[in-house]
């Protein structure tokens, strides 16, 4: 007991946040791929939509209020909910009337009349959890995230196996099920406070203005940083006749998940403490925080990536099945996992922006590797005439995004690059150390019981 007590921190809880989204979505997806067949298709257009939505209202509203609710004084704190929560209400309404608009245009496709009409009912239902997920992060509440995601996703997978097991395995169903899921996980985070419902009455103009300031910026990042992703596979279909080509490469794209997972749970711990560090202006913390973090990463993705790298033959025929063995799969796996250890670099240089109150910044350097992407994705199938072109040049789109951060950070903050890598370095061995303690002292503990 006393091993899982010092096991347990803020770090592991983050990671374990940040791993149930994508572990039960696919375990979910999974099963519906075996029972709706022809409609899945139909699933997927509902979560790509609902996915996009939710990237713009997410991408306005979650990092401002992060960043100026941590370390913000009690009134202050409550303010910036408020108004969060008044524009994220209209942010809303907008994307509901959209919906409403495509529902009475779009009447010849019952795929598109169910979705855009439980599209509206949907996003509202969900809101209040958005929300609440937000001030956690904001509070460094890693747990309550925990419980919170796990009831969302959690509710997503019991209710899809339950009209699965039940023979009522249909896509309108399953637009009940995702809508009684997000119900009942919103409603949960009202009950016990932590959406914070009441704080709206506290909401300022000048807060609100500050919110949409800074949000226009990030929502643009946001989007772009969707695009960044979607833009491989949207050339790939426009470029190759075979359509196979697109699920060649988006299996070994869907693999990179694997290496999201702490990307995005670390950042979900670091970017508060930064936040708070520049409220008090102690950017020298923010800056040994930022470096400290991505070392760390960067440090504990090269066995990964060697691993990998060397098992990407067998791990694509155990996701992907014999099929996918004889393709290019593998090889632009391994393309992929030796340029991901500039992953962390790259995205802790786009959130201290934002930190620092260039969101406009982030947006430009999210935009030019966009530009760099697309550009070396054509270039890279004209020399090629293969998917390795296209997975080549994420190299020189990370690189734009590395070089161009650490240009406009320089002048900003007081680092070098090769301190990242070296700071790193010495955490990762102090965790190493501090893990092998707390092993020793539990078995320890254990033998002495």
């Not at 040049?393 to 690059?417: A, C, E, R």
Request: glycine share 6%.
């Amino acid at each position: 007991m006393s091993f899982l007590k010092n096991l347990v921190n803020k770090h592991t809880l983050s990671l374990a946040s940040n791993a149930v989204m994508p572990v039960v979505g696919m375990v979910t997806v999974a099963i519906l791929a075996h029972s709706l067949k022809d409609e899945l298709g139909n699933y997927v257009l509902f979560l790509m939509t609902f996915t996009l939505a939710n990237f713009f209202r997410t991408g306005f509203l979650q990092s401002a209020l992060v960043k100026f609710y941590a370390g913000a004084s009690k009134e202050r704190a409550a303010t910036v909910v408020g108004s969060t929560w008044f524009v994220a209400f209209f942010l809303t309404l907008l994307l509901d009337t959209l919906s409403v608009t495509v529902h009475f245009i779009f009447t010849a496709d019952p795929a598109v009349e169910i979705i855009s009409k439980w599209f509206g009912i949907i996003f509202l239902c969900t809101l209040p959890s958005s929300i609440a997920l937000w001030v956690l992060q904001a509070e460094e509440r890693f747990d309550r995230i925990f419980i919170l995601q796990l009831i969302g996703q959690g509710g997503i997978f019991l209710s899809v196996a339950f009209i699965v097991l039940t023979g009522h395995a249909h896509f309108q169903n399953v637009v009940y099920a995702y809508c009684l899921a997000a119900s009942f996980t919103s409603l949960f985070s009202i009950v016990t406070g932590w959406a914070r419902v009441r704080s709206i009455m506290y909401k300022s103009i000048s807060c609100v203005k500050e919110l949409i300031n800074f949000g226009k910026y990030s929502v643009g990042t946001s989007i772009s940083s969707y695009l960044l992703r979607a833009s491989d596979t949207y050339i790939i279909k426009f470029m190759f006749v075979n359509s196979a080509m697109v699920g060649v490469y988006y299996l070994p794209q869907r693999l990179m998940e694997v290496i999201e997972i702490p990307l995005r749970s670390f950042i979900a711990t670091a970017y508060p403490a930064m936040a708070a560090a520049v409220q008090r202006n102690d950017k020298i913390y923010m800056t040994h925080v930022m470096k400290k973090y991505a070392g760390i990463l960067t440090i504990l993705l090269i066995p990964v990536s060697i691993v990998a790298f060397i098992a990407a033959d067998l791990v694509i025929k155990i996701i992907g099945g014999e099929t996918f063995v004889q393709s290019e799969a593998a090889n632009v796996f391994r393309i992929f996992m030796s340029f991901a250890i500039l992953l962390p670099v790259d995205r802790f240089f786009g959130i201290s922006l934002d930190i620092l109150n260039k969101p406009h910044i982030n947006m430009i350097k999210v935009i030019m590797m966009l530009a760099v992407n697309v550009t070396g994705d054509f270039v890279g199938i004209y020399l090629t005439h293969n998917l390795y072109g296209v997975a080549l040049s994420s190299i020189f789109t990370f690189l734009t995004g590395i070089i161009y951060g650490y240009w406009v950070l320089k002048k900003n903050l007081h680092f070098k690059l090769r301190d990242i890598f070296k700071l790193g370095l010495l955490e990762t061995k102090l965790l190493t150390i501090e893990m092998v303690r707390k092993v020793n002292k539990g078995m320890v503990n254990k033998s002495s019981n």
